[in-house]
């Protein structure tokens, strides 16, 4: 499968059609999605019509900046007529009767709709293993998860089912599934990129971004992404610049912040490794490693695990079988219909969130949890923004997953020990910072190591700056499983 850029190529010399592209894509799909589980929903027909009306466009040289280009969507975008679930029996046969502001920009500029991509339950989970429609497995090793929750979008794009994906990122969900299947994920900074029509998981925390083969197909889909949106209050109004034309900066005497933090007990030697040999690639190049602290990494497991479940009990107290989504049959009163839609339409690691996120919020316990995880949130922020200034810092950069890809099953007995395979990614969302996923090598199992770059608030262009400047001097990004029919 082409990367985005070959493919738009492609397209403009009419090497290939729009038509064309989205069959190769839809036979993909048939054929190795039994396989896979990568998608929820598959939308054949109609991206086909779209397909077909962007050929037509594309001969009267009406082409927008993805003309034709057949994409993926993680399925918690509401996407106007097509089935969103957000992976839940409580969604299952949810249509919405809108579009998400991401979904909206990605059709104008010309993108093919494929279908929407398995996930996590309502974006919680580090394995894909909590989708009440199946776990995905691992196009590298399909006795493995892909990483979690946008692990849909990550196995769509590494086994060549689609040209590029959405995903979304609360505490890494875009980044740790990227490394675990070899492609780039990038998380932009917080309100660079609408979550109007995103549902919601953690409000202050999610972020849409782009799931690519490489870093220059990621610029050019968040240059169609990014920008305000009067739609959400978060949304930054701030001029975009131009990602693309920013890849190509010589980043000689650029300089590199790596926090010892991250390269203590719990990183796999393997992974180590080629992260160091990353690190020599980045000195060939001309670049300054600097050696830094981020002092209360230490605390992001148990703030994040605060504060993200906290929202998340909000957010998910609209469920009730009143207004939409799952309704359980004949209840006897309105606490039955509460009690029992939600315990039959949430799954096992959505209650145990929701529950958390109740008791956090409770009297008397509001001010020794929730705002406490506030104030250290606030800490982990300033941790960042002094590392920055005090450093002259242009990027950050750190593994993405303390291992690669871990067995189905391995880790669902242990919530502690699924919540860990986000310690390197959670502190970015915290701290609201752009930061990006890309592949640096394989273990000797032969799965996909990446390590992760950081950037400083609103400054998504460094970040794949430096990302390009990595790929051009190295080809981990365009090796691909082997996965065949």
């Given at each position: 499968?082409?990367?985005?850029?070959q493919?738009?190529?492609?397209?403009?010399?009419?090497?290939?059609?729009?038509?064309?592209?989205?069959?190769?894509?839809?036979?993909?799909i048939?054929?190795?999605?039994?396989?896979?589980?990568?998608?929820?929903?598959?939308?054949?027909?109609?991206?086909?019509?779209?397909?077909?009306?962007?050929?037509?466009?594309?001969?009267?040289?009406?082409?927008?900046?993805?003309?034709?280009?057949?994409?993926a969507?993680?399925?918690?975008?509401?996407?106007?007529?097509?089935?969103?679930?957000?992976?839940?029996?409580?969604l299952?046969?949810?249509?919405?009767?809108?579009?998400?502001?991401?979904?909206?920009?990605?059709?104008?500029?010309?993108?093919?709709?494929?279908?929407?991509?398995?996930?996590?339950?309502?974006?919680?989970?580090?394995?894909?293993?909590?989708?009440?429609?199946?776990?995905?497995?691992?196009?590298?090793?399909?006795?493995?998860?892909?990483?979690?929750?946008?692990?849909?979008?990550?196995?769509?794009?590494?086994?060549g089912?689609?040209?590029?994906?959405?995903?979304?990122?609360?505490?890494?969900?875009?980044r740790?599934?990227?490394?675990?299947?070899?492609?780039?994920?990038?998380?932009?900074?917080?309100?660079?990129?609408?979550?109007?029509?995103?549902?919601?998981?953690?409000?202050?925390?999610?972020?849409a971004?782009?799931?690519?083969r490489?870093?220059?197909?990621?610029?050019?889909?968040?240059?169609?992404?990014?920008?305000?949106?009067?739609?959400?209050?978060?949304?930054?109004?701030?001029?975009?610049?131009?990602?693309?034309?920013?890849?190509?900066?010589?980043?000689?005497?650029?300089?590199?912040?790596?926090?010892?933090?991250?390269?203590?007990?719990?990183?796999h030697?393997?992974?180590?490794?080629?992260?160091?040999?990353a690190?020599?690639?980045?000195?060939?190049?001309?670049?300054?490693?600097v050696?830094?602290?981020?002092?209360?990494?230490?605390?992001?497991?148990?703030?994040y695990?605060?504060?993200?479940?906290?929202?998340?009990?909000?957010n998910?107290?609209?469920y009730?079988?009143?207004?939409?989504?799952?309704?359980?049959?004949?209840?006897?009163?309105?606490?039955?219909?509460?009690?029992?839609t939600?315990?039959?339409?949430?799954?096992?690691?959505?209650?145990?969130?929701?529950?958390?996120g109740?008791?956090?919020?409770?009297?008397?316990?509001?001010?020794?949890?929730?705002?406490?995880?506030?104030?250290?949130?606030?800490?982990?922020?300033?941790?960042f923004?002094?590392?920055?200034?005090?450093?002259?810092?242009?990027?950050?950069l750190?593994?993405?997953?303390?291992?690669?890809?871990?067995?189905?099953g391995?880790?669902?007995?242990?919530?502690?020990s699924?919540?860990?395979?986000?310690?390197?990614?959670?502190?970015?969302?915290?701290?609201?910072?752009?930061?990006?996923?890309?592949?640096?090598?394989?273990?000797?199992?032969?799965?996909?190591?990446?390590?992760q770059?950081?950037?400083?608030?609103?400054?998504?262009?460094?970040?794949?700056t430096?990302?390009?400047?990595?790929?051009?001097?190295?080809?981990?990004?365009?090796?691909?499983?082997?996965?065949?029919?």
């Amino acid at each position: 499968m082409p990367t985005l850029a070959q493919a738009a190529r492609a397209l403009a010399v009419r090497e290939v059609s729009s038509v064309e592209l989205t069959r190769a894509c839809l036979t993909r799909i048939e054929q190795l999605d039994s396989t896979l589980n990568a998608f929820i929903t598959v939308d054949a027909d109609r991206a086909l019509q779209t397909a077909a009306a962007s050929d037509q466009a594309r001969a009267r040289g009406e082409v927008g900046p993805l003309a034709g280009i057949p994409m993926a969507i993680k399925d918690l975008f509401c996407t106007e007529g097509l089935r969103t679930t957000c992976a839940s029996r409580m969604l299952e046969n949810f249509i919405p009767p809108y579009e998400s502001t991401v979904t909206a920009r990605l059709r104008a500029a010309g993108a093919v709709i494929l279908g929407k991509t398995n996930m996590d339950e309502f974006a919680m989970g580090s394995s894909n293993e909590t989708s009440y429609f199946g776990p995905v497995r691992n196009p590298w090793d399909t006795s493995r998860t892909p990483g979690g929750s946008s692990g849909g979008s990550a196995a769509a794009v590494a086994a060549g089912l689609c040209v590029a994906a959405i995903g979304t990122d609360t505490g890494g969900s875009i980044r740790q599934p990227a490394a675990m299947t070899g492609i780039t994920g990038l998380k932009p900074t917080y309100g660079r990129v609408s979550r109007f029509g995103m549902i919601a998981f953690a409000s202050s925390l999610d972020q849409a971004g782009p799931m690519t083969r490489d870093i220059r197909d990621a610029a050019m889909l968040l240059q169609v992404m990014a920008g305000h949106d009067p739609l959400d209050s978060t949304s930054i109004d701030t001029p975009v610049p131009d990602y693309v034309a920013a890849l190509d900066r010589p980043v000689r005497e650029w300089r590199i912040g790596v926090p010892e933090e991250y390269f203590s007990t719990g990183l796999h030697p393997e992974a180590r490794a080629a992260i160091e040999t990353a690190l020599e690639v980045y000195r060939g190049l001309g670049a300054v490693i600097v050696p830094v602290s981020l002092p209360y990494t230490q605390h992001a497991i148990p703030t994040y695990y605060i504060i993200a479940p906290a929202e998340a009990s909000s957010n998910l107290a609209r469920y009730d079988g009143i207004r939409f989504g799952h309704r359980c049959d004949q209840p006897k009163d309105l606490k039955d219909l509460y009690a029992r839609t939600r315990a039959e339409g949430f799954g096992p690691e959505v209650k145990r969130r929701i529950m958390l996120g109740t008791y956090v919020l409770s009297s008397g316990y509001y001010d020794a949890y929730y705002r406490k995880a506030q104030r250290v949130r606030r800490l982990i922020a300033d941790d960042f923004s002094r590392a920055f200034r005090d450093h002259d810092l242009s990027v950050i950069l750190t593994p993405t997953a303390p291992e690669s890809a871990f067995q189905l099953g391995e880790k669902n007995q242990d919530p502690v020990s699924m919540y860990l395979s986000d310690i390197f990614t959670i502190n970015v969302n915290l701290a609201g910072l752009p930061a990006l996923s890309l592949p640096c090598g394989f273990d000797a199992a032969g799965l996909p190591i990446g390590f992760q770059l950081i950037g400083r608030p609103l400054d998504e262009s460094a970040i794949l700056t430096m990302g390009h400047a990595y790929q051009q001097a190295s080809d981990w990004h365009t090796v691909t499983p082997g996965i065949s029919p």
